[in-house]
T-cell receptor, first 108, second 112 residues
Framework: GIQVEQSPPDLILQEGANSTLRCNFS?????LQWFHQNPWGQLINLFY???GTKQNGRLSATTVATERYSLLYISSSQTTDSGVYFC??????????FGKGTSLLVTP | ETGVTQTPRHLVMGMTNKKSLKCEQH?????MYWYKQSAKKPLELMFV???????ENNSVPSRFSPECPNSSHLFLHLHTLQPEDSALYLC???????????FGQGTRLTVV
């Protein structure tokens, strides 16, 4: 399957700071999603972004498919942004291949 | 509010018990999935059903038995589990192979 690498594995921010999370993948993809896993375990859809740039409030994402990476930007971080951020990809099959995630802690 | 609902949210079971996890999707999708999330490991696909037929089975032990009676419901029947099967089990749905999958809240399973 496609290999997905996320960096950094862990990140601690003070409230109000900005951050960039990275996702590298090993093959061409036709589906790329970013998720936020809250402390209760639920995966919240952030972006469906196999290519291009999208923004939603304080979050934005960019995928450069030709170079096989995607970036998730979090601006003016809040404590509620804490949790694990996952990148997941697929390229024709049903299954999503997940990275190991970036664990984010935003402190007051 | 999620379009994919899982019950129960938490389950503790002994190794000789039989239990079932339930998933229901209200999104009109035709594909449903079970994923397993163990501590310190990426989410792993277990099963995929499309139009109520199993289309992927990712080398999962037979003590896990899926059932998809219709395109809105998916079950995972559990029997004689091992402590290492303790994990978060997540259900998801999508329309065919994409473009986007949506997940339920998960069932946190502990096998004692």
């Amino acid at each position: 399957g496609i290999q997905v690498e996320q960096s950094p594995p862990d990140l601690i921010l003070q409230e109000g700071a900005n951050s960039t999370l990275r996702c590298n993948f090993s093959d061409s993809v036709n589906n790329l999603q970013w998720f936020h896993q809250n402390p209760w375990g639920q995966l919240i859809n952030l972006f469906y972004i196999p290519s291009g740039t999208k923004q939603n409030g304080r979050l934005s994402a960019t995928t450069v498919a030709t170079e096989r990476y995607s970036l998730l930007y979090i601006s003016s971080s809040q404590t509620t942004d804490s949790g694990v951020y996952f990148c997941a990809v697929s390229n024709s099959g049903y299954a999503l291949n997940f990275g190991k995630g970036t664990s984010l802690l935003v402190t007051p | 509010e999620t379009g994919v609902t899982q019950t129960p949210r938490h389950l503790v079971m002994g190794m000789t018990n039989k239990k079932s996890l339930k998933c229901e999707q209200h999104l009109g999708h035709n594909a449903m999935y079970w994923y397993k999330q163990s501590a310190k490991k990426p989410l792993e696909l277990m099963f995929v059903y499309s139009l109520e037929e199993r289309v992927e089975n990712n080398s999962v032990p037979s003590r896990f038995s899926p059932e998809c009676p219709n395109s809105s419901h998916l079950f995972l029947h559990l029997h004689t589990l091992q402590p290492e099967d303790s994990a978060l089990y997540l259900c998801a749905s999508s329309q065919d192979r994409g473009p986007e999958a949506f997940f339920g809240q998960g069932t946190r399973l502990t096998v004692v």
